[in-house]
């Protein structure tokens, strides 16, 4: 089964409001011209996947015109246009007809991880564990309540909580990879577009729980790693300051 990387970039980047695709804003730590979506593909690449897909929505031609078709990253690159920018789970599935008989590693690609190999270690302990349906790359968070947050029993997943006004939980969810039956799933839920109740838009996490229910979803959990979302001007500010610091 060939194993293929995911990249949802169909979002406005409304948060920002910078006249260019968040995917596009330039890494602070590096001398020439590299955007912060490089991290993931790089890391991707250490996984040792070739074949990476982005769902886009039109708009983004300078993500485009950068990526081109993958070759000069070493890559094969698909494109799959995304003509409105809905939720994630609806952006994912955008690339149901490609993704569909495929194990699928995605992440998104506004972050920056560390360590690097994030994205390999993950894929390993997935292939290795023959009941998982879903792994969920996992990482220690010190603000839970603002984030998708993961409820444990050893490695399997008993359930993840969008955004809790409250909670004892340490630890989100921050990277997936998954076989094709998840695909599926993720297909359907998107056909259905079911909201949860007082929810505004549709989460990945609710496409989950048919496989939580089943234990077919496991961790991995990140030890002595660090999540960054660039998806805010605080944030980037906070980036932009560790990276001249070091």
Known sequence: ?????????????????????????PDVHNENYRPVIMYTIDAMKR????????????????????LGNGKQFGIDLTV???????????????????????????????TVIEPRDFLKKALEAHNK?????VTLGCFKTD????????????ELITNVIEKPK?????????MMVWNPVFSKILNEFCLTIKHREGAKELYLSD???????????????HENSSYRDLGTFKELNQWSKLIQAN
């Open 207 to 221: 496409a989950l729980f048919p496989l939580i229910e089943k234990n077919k979803v496991f961790s991995f959990i």
């Open 47 to 66: 996984a040792g996947i070739k074949h990476i897909i982005i769902t886009v929505n039109p708009n983004k031609t300078d993500l485009l015109n950068y």
């Open 166 to 174: 409250e909670t004892n939980l340490e630890y989100m969810w921050g």
């Open 143 to 154: 603000n839970p309540t603002s984030v998708s947050v993961v409820e444990f029993d050893g």
């Open 80 to 110: 799959c246009i995304h003509p409105e920018a809905k939720s994630l789970p609806q952006s994912l599935n955008e690339a149901y007809h490609i993704i569909k008989d495929k194990k699928v590693v995605f992440a998104m690609p506004d």
């Open 129 to 133: 564990n023959h009941n998982s349906d």
């Open 1 to 25: 089964m060939e194993t293929v990387g995911l990249l949802p970039c169909a979002g406005k980047g409304t948060r920002l409001g910078m006249p260019f695709s968040k995917e596009m804003f």
